[in-house]
């Protein structure tokens, strides 16, 4: 089971032009976060996420235990001094296309070699099956945009969490990267549910019910 989720302002956005995205969610949507987090096995970000806001992706607001941190990281750009990679508050997995040895990674911390797809990506369905053998059954796509866009394009993700909080950002860093489409027809719909998360609103997709 795989679900991801994006935290975004009412217009789509995860951060502002200037790229400040703490924290765009309210305390509803922050515990919901926090709770996936204690629901998963794993969670997954883009290297991404991790140079931009140094994410320690714990459990903090709710009980629970913290999942197995992966970082995909194709080319060897994760900072040496991130707060995931020193804190070892959970196991932490860099997957990426470089060598071990040329990266300056603590050495608590698992790297996973990956062969890159025709691409050039991390192909989700090897890092979900890579994740499969290490017993993870539950995963998060936390983000960001990117990584979820690479899920969404393999199919792979069950549900897709928004958590949307009551502000209009303009313009910054859109939540959803999609290919455009010509034709209203091909927009694929599917089943949703929508629940009152204190400020935020919880929008669950159902991805694999389509309609
Ligand atoms: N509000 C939220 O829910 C939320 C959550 C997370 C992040 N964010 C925000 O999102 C912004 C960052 O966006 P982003 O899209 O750059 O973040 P990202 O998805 O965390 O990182 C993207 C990078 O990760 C690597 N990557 C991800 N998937 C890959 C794949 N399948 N194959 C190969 N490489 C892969 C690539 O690294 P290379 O460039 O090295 O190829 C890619 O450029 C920040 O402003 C952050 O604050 C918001």
């Not at 999609?178 to 159902?206: T, V």
Request: a neutral charge.
């Amino acid at each position: 089971m795989v679900i991801a989720q994006i935290g975004q302002s009412l217009d789509g956005q995860v951060a502002t032009a200037t790229g400040q995205s703490k924290y765009i969610n309210h305390a509803g949507g922050l515990k919901h976060l926090h709770a996936l987090r204690a629901w998963a096995d794993a969670v997954v970000v883009g290297v991404g996420s991790v140079v931009a806001d140094d994410t320690k992706l714990t459990v903090r607001l709710v009980e629970g235990t913290n999942p197995m941190r992966v970082v995909l990281d194709p080319n060897g750009r994760v900072p040496s001094q991130a707060t995931l990679l020193n804190d070892r508050a959970a196991k932490t997995v860099v997957m990426t296309a470089r060598q071990a040895t040329d990266l300056s990674l603590p050495p608590h911390v698992t790297v996973a070699p990956m062969a890159l797809d025709d691409s050039g990506r991390l192909s989700p369905l090897l890092v979900l099956q890579w994740l499969e053998q290490a017993g993870c059954q539950r995963v998060l796509v936390e983000g960001g945009p990117a990584t979820i866009a690479g899920f969404m394009t393999t199919n792979s993700i069950d549900y897709l969490h928004f958590l949307s909080s009551a502000m209009l950002l303009g313009a910054g860093t859109p939540g959803v990267i999609r290919p455009p489409l010509s034709q209203l027809a091909q927009a694929q719909r599917f089943r949703m549910q929508a629940y009152q998360l204190d400020e935020d609103m919880l929008i669950e997709c159902d991805l694999k019910a389509l309609i």
